[in-house]
């Protein structure tokens, strides 16, 4: 069983939907939850860091976690054709330890 | 906002050839990391770094490969003797010390390819 799932995609939706992206995840040592988002030929750019289980909001952003079923979430609200790119979602057990990614999710916002 | 950066953005290197790849990370960040992700697949860990010494290293990270923090500043990921598979996107990345949130952030990678 690979450690991090993720539905690679792609995912279109239309201008001003909702995003909803999720991974699962075997390993319950990881503590430390992240989303990235990586556009063509660039770096994983953080969008969301999160500790533990619970909800974090910033602007369109909602991530969740829930540990005890070890699956993870962002929705993106009011999506627009900027928010496409892919969506890595990573985490670790430690706060400064080695990140294990999904695969990446290509997400596509059409206008 | 800082930002980690990293040199040069594409290297073309011939096989057998020792490569060293370039970053400088955020300024107040104390933790730094390699990872690679080849292309269609997931970003892999390669190797941790604080305190002058590897934290940790993954299996791919053999004798092939070398870091070093040569100044205040930089930090080098040394390949010794390229191979094909080490084509790759190469991605740096630093995180803080501390207490509270200490995300790693990342680079925008140095583009590998061995010939």
């Known amino acids: 069983q690979k450690e991090v799932e993720q539905d690679p995609g792609p995912l279109s939706v239309p201008e001003g939907a909702i995003v909803s992206l999720n991974c699962t995840y075997s390993?319950?040592?990881?503590?430390?939850f992240m989303w990235y988002r990586q556009y063509s030929r660039k770096g994983p750019e953080l969008l969301m860091y999160t500790y533990s289980s619970g909800n974090k909001e910033d602007g369109r952003f909602t991530a969740q976690v829930d540990k005890s079923s070890k699956y993870i979430s962002l929705f993106i609200r009011d999506s627009q054709p900027s928010d496409s790119a892919t969506y890595l979602c990573?985490?670790?057990?430690?706060?400064?330890?080695?990140?294990?990614f999904g695969a990446g999710t290509q997400v596509v916002v059409t206008p | 906002e800082p930002e980690v950066t990293q040199t040069p953005s594409h290297q073309v290197t011939q096989m057998g050839q020792e490569v060293i790849l370039r970053c400088v990370p955020i300024s107040n960040h104390l933790y730094f990391y390699w990872y690679r992700q080849i292309l269609g697949q997931k970003v892999e860990f390669l190797v941790s770094f604080y305190n002058n010494e590897i934290s940790e290293k993954s299996e791919i990270f053999d004798d092939q490969f070398s870091v070093e923090r040569p100044d205040g500043s930089n930090f080098t990921l040394k390949i010794r003797s390229t191979k094909l598979e080490d084509s790759a996107m190469y991605f740096c990345a630093s995180s803080p010390v501390g207490t509270g949130d200490q995300p790693q952030h990342f680079g925008d990678g140095t583009r590998l390819s061995i010939l």
């Open positions: 990573a985490m670790s057990a430690d706060s400064w330890g080695k990140l294990q």
């Open positions: 390993n319950s040592a990881f503590q430390y």
